[in-house]
């Protein structure tokens, strides 16, 4: 059963078990239409896909090879190649900007931020890095990627968002160059012996959800 609620006047919702992608942007797709046109709420929504893996609008078909013979969609949003799988928390972010500040790289900023800080709160050191996309760390291989930014605005409303490797299958990355990016190998919490199951890390994340907001704003870094 879907949770939703209220939090900080976003609607929070948690979806159990394995939610399609086509489904996932279908209603991205209409609620960001419905914010923007009939001021809807906005949404914050964290769930789990099957193995697939989604093209972004910089995607180069080289960088695709999926022995595994996984879906692959169109995803809209910014970007190269990405996985998506059970153990990984994804979270879609459907803000209005137009109210919250129109400056997409500090939304871009911001959201990042808010995932750090979260796996801060396990231990886990993860960083931005200079020239390269998405969240690193510190893992059993060296210099790692632990989660994957990729967002769309339009019309200045947000769609997609983040994904973080809690514990998926991390051979199952081998079937594209992950956001472009060769020389560095993707890593999980799990790999690196933390364990934060999905209520734990989502719990974290609303956490951190009012100062995320807030440094939409500028108040806070």
Same mark, same amino acid.
């Given at each position: 059963? +879907?949770?939703?609620? $209220? +939090?900080?006047?976003?609607?929070?919702?948690?979806?159990?078990?394995? @939610?399609?992608?086509?489904?996932?942007? =279908?209603?991205?797709?209409?609620?960001a +239409?419905?914010?923007?046109?009939?001021?809807?709420?906005?949404?914050?929504? *964290?769930?789990?896909?099957?193995?697939?893996? +989604?093209?972004? #609008?910089?995607?180069d078909?080289?960088? *695709?090879?999926?022995?595994?013979?996984?879906?692959?969609?169109? =995803?809209?949003?910014?970007?190269?190649?990405?996985?998506?799988?059970?153990g990984?928390r994804?979270?879609? &972010?459907?803000?209005?900007?137009?109210?919250?500040?129109?400056?997409?790289?500090?939304?871009?900023? %911001?959201?990042?931020?808010?995932?750090?800080?979260?796996?801060?709160?396990?231990?886990?050191?993860?960083?931005?890095?200079?020239?390269?996309?998405?969240?690193?760390?510190?893992?059993?291989?060296?210099?790692a990627? &632990?989660?994957?930014?990729g @967002?769309? &605005?339009?019309?200045?409303?947000t769609?997609?968002?983040?994904?973080?490797? *809690?514990?998926?299958?991390? $051979?199952?990355?081998?079937?594209?160059?992950?956001?472009?990016?060769?020389?560095?190998?993707? #890593?999980?919490?799990?790999?690196?012996?933390?364990?934060?199951?999905l209520?734990?890390?989502? %719990?974290a994340?609303?956490?951190? *959800?009012c100062r995320?907001?807030? $440094?939409?704003?500028?108040?806070?870094?």
């Amino acid at each position: 059963m +879907t949770d939703e609620r $209220s +939090t900080a006047g976003i609607e929070w919702r948690v979806s159990p078990g394995l @939610v399609p992608y086509p489904e996932a942007l =279908a209603e991205m797709e209409a609620r960001a +239409t419905a914010i923007r046109e009939a001021g809807a709420r906005e949404l914050v929504w *964290l769930l789990e896909h099957p193995p697939l893996f +989604t093209a972004g #609008t910089s995607a180069d078909p080289a960088e *695709l090879f999926n022995p595994q013979g996984f879906p692959v969609y169109a =995803a809209g949003r910014g970007g190269r190649y990405t996985y998506h799988g059970p153990g990984q928390r994804v979270g879609y &972010v459907l803000l209005d900007l137009d109210r919250r500040g129109r400056d997409v790289r500090r939304f871009v900023h %911001s959201l990042e931020g808010w995932v750090i800080g979260t796996l801060a709160q396990f231990g886990v050191a993860a960083r931005r890095a200079e020239g390269r996309i998405g969240i690193w760390a510190d893992g059993p291989r060296g210099e790692a990627k &632990v989660g994957a930014i990729g @967002v769309r &605005v339009r019309r200045w409303v947000t769609l997609h968002g983040f994904a973080v490797n *809690l514990q998926p299958e991390l $051979s199952h990355f081998s079937g594209i160059v992950p956001c472009g990016i060769a020389e560095f190998p993707v #890593t999980s919490l799990g790999e690196m012996g933390v364990a934060a199951g999905l209520d734990r890390f989502d %719990s974290a994340l609303e956490g951190g *959800l009012c100062r995320f907001l807030a $440094s939409l704003r500028g108040d806070a870094v």
